[in-house]
């Protein structure tokens, strides 16, 4: 079996080369590289609107059976994230998908320790964007917090590819 563990559906605010922004084209493009499923969050609820893009890739898990719906949680917005978190299995959803670069805090952030909290908790997977070594989202942002959270399912997207 095969797992993409970082796929976004939905139009990018930006160009990538790569980037398949129309749903059917999106899963047969995994279906034709051998891709059994793929973790899922909405480029909707990075950019613009968490419980909006929330629900667009649960419906498109619905549609899709290769498709493993990821949440999308702002630190910035702690109510609505915690309201996003609450029954997060029976909504649907595989785990939780954290952009700190693009949500401007840092993973290791006060801002972020509830969240990070109900997550190791409630032994959510966290998918974590990761940028080289910035202070959002880099190494020692991670670093500190696999060392306050111990039990936190915590993976690593692009693993500081970018910088």
């Not at 613009?48 to 619905?62: F, I, R, S, T, W």
């Not at 959510?124 to 202070?135: A, K, V, Y």
Request: charged share 20%; with cysteine.
């Amino acid at each position: 079996m095969i797992i993409d563990a970082h796929v976004h559906i939905g139009n990018f605010v930006v160009e990538y080369p790569y980037a398949e922004t129309k749903l059917e084209k999106m899963v047969q493009m995994l279906i034709d590289e051998g891709v059994d499923y793929a973790l899922v969050s909405s480029i909707k609820s990075i950019f613009y609107d968490c419980p909006q893009g929330n629900k667009e890739v649960l419906e498109a898990a619905k549609r899709y059976k290769e498709i493993i719906p990821m949440v999308v949680v702002n630190p910035w917005l702690p109510k609505e994230a915690l309201k996003e978190l609450s029954n997060w299995r029976e909504k649907g959803f595989a785990g939780v998908k954290l952009h700190p670069n693009r949500h401007k805090y840092a993973l290791n952030s006060r801002l972020a320790e509830p969240i990070l909290e109900v997550c190791e908790q409630k032994q959510i997977p966290i998918l974590t964007h990761s940028t080289g070594g910035d202070s959002l989202s880099g190494a020692q942002a991670i670093k500190a917090v696999a060392g306050k959270f111990p039990n936190l399912i915590l993976v690593i997207g692009h693993g500081g590819l970018f910088s």
